[in-house]
């Protein structure tokens, strides 16, 4: 069964599939048979079947000790190193979610990001996740340092060191050296993986699973999504058929930019999340769709009036769920001042879809802006882990597209270098 359906009946501009049905056979045994461009990070196209059942269970039970003994967890990571999980936990957790709570830091260098979330930490019962597979990334190292002094501090060396959890590549780097002598526990990031396909590992399961996720549903859902994207047939692949319009738009029509869209402030983090995925895998020799990301109805109040009139320079892809999981119904009001009685008895997902609807019709009947729909049936933690490989396996066929090496990421380095030679780093 799909679990999500790309549906292009509502593209303004003809897209062909089939005269790249050809390209898309052979890009997709570059993937299966790991010989595209980049091929020493194809880990991650079997990881959802392959992965470490050693190392899962090792991350469940780490899982359980964080909840039973911590009131916070403190995500350090930057990239592909923290958005996954927080892009999970957000979708599935919404504002009710139980405790422990989850921070995110490491992403940032901001004194007053930072600085509020240490004095938020002091006297509070925290554990620390940090996550860099390089090990040396200076956002994420300069946050470690103060979150391990602070945590040491509280609670002594000893008791700090039970604390700590490490995920980092398996051989080499800064982090891996200190997390061995100071004896973390380790979850191991495998080296044919990449920062930003790596939600299927301990990188996103850990914190997925400290928040009260089941890491196995999520890994059910990739798997499901890696059988389903196999046959790289464009009339039943929904990833391809995605990946394919996307590229005919950009190719074909010179369409600049894709504006993913949800109707859930619950997946704000998501489109984060896809935004590193496509930005960093395709933004190279001056090619690529600009990424960006909205949520509707919310933005219809400040981005809906561009997208109505404003340049065409993007198109819209849409992430429609099939059900919630929970609904609210409006109630009954004797006096009706606010007129909303035409409503009575209508769930907020009707008048939510009923939104959906009009805006669609907006935007490519009177605006000619093309749009892509694209239905998941339901965004639980199998759902998530669907969606995480379908967009993972339609970036890399969209790469190679391009003629793109979907997995490195030369640009990054360039602030790197002229940041540690601003700050006197030896060595630059
Ligand atoms: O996707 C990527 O490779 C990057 O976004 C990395 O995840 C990010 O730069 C963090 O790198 P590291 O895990 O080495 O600290």
Redesign the pocket.
């Known amino acids: 069964m799909k679990h999500i359906v790309t549906d292009l009946g509502h593209l303004v501009h003809q897209v062909d599939l089939g005269k790249y049905q050809e390209k898309v056979n052979q890009i997709n045994l570059w993937i299966k048979e790991k010989t595209g461009k980049g091929n020493d990070f194809l880990g991650w196209v079997d990881q959802p079947i392959a992965y470490d059942k050693d190392e899962l269970k090792a991350i469940k039970e780490a899982a359980d000790y964080v909840r039973n003994n911590y009131d916070v967890l403190v995500v350090c ?5 923290y958005l996954g999980a927080r892009a999970a936990i957000e979708a599935l957790g919404g504002l009710t979610r139980k405790s422990p709570e989850i921070i995110f830091m490491g992403q940032t260098l901001d004194p007053e990001y930072v600085g509020d979330v240490l004095d938020y930490l002091k006297g509070r019962k925290f554990a620390i996740n940090v ?7 200076t956002e ?1 190292a300069v946050s470690f340092r103060l979150l391990k002094e602070l945590l040491e501090k509280n609670i002594g060396v000893e008791m700090a060191r039970k604390s700590i959890f490490a995920t980092t590549d398996k051989e080499k780097g800064a982090l891996l050296t200190l997390a061995k002598k100071e004896g973390y526990t380790t979850f191991i ?1 495998p080296s044919d993986i ?5 939600v299927q590992t301990a990188v996103g399961l850990f914190p997925i699973a400290v928040a009260g996720f089941d890491p196995e549903e999520i890994l059910e859902g990739s798997a499901a999504a890696r059988e389903d994207t196999n046959d790289p047939d464009l009339s039943k692949n929904e990833a391809y058929k995605y990946a394919v319009a996307r590229y005919a738009l950009y190719e074909e029509y010179g369409i600049n930019g894709e504006m993913l869209i949800s109707y859930s402030p619950s997946l704000v983090q998501v489109g984060e999340w896809w935004k ?1 995925l496509f930005g ?1 895998s395709e933004g190279k020799s001056d090619k690529a769709l600009v990424p960006m990301s909205a949520t509707f109805t919310t933005d219809l109040h400040s981005l809906g009036q561009f997208i109505q009139q404003g340049t065409k320079s993007f198109f819209e892809t849409i992430i429609r769920k099939g059900s919630y999981r929970k609904d609210v119904e409006m109630p009954h009001d004797e006096e009706n001042l606010d007129g909303l009685n035409f409503l009575e008895g209508k769930p907020l997902s009707y008048i939510n879809e009923k939104a959906y609807e009009g805006t669609l019709l907006a935007h490519t009947k009177d605006a000619g802006r093309d749009n892509i729909v694209l239905s998941i049936d339901k965004l639980d933690a199998f759902g998530m882990g669907y969606l995480f490989y379908f967009f993972e396996r339609a970036c890399a066929m969209s790469a190679y597209l391009l003629g793109i090496n979907p997995f490195d ?1 030369p640009g ?1 380095e360039i602030y790197k270098k002229n940041m540690f030679h601003l700050l006197g780093k030896p060595g630059y």
């Open positions: 990571g930057i990239g592909g190193s996550i860099s597979k390089s090990g040396t990334t994420t990031l990449g920062g930003r396909y790596s590193q960093e990421q990054v």
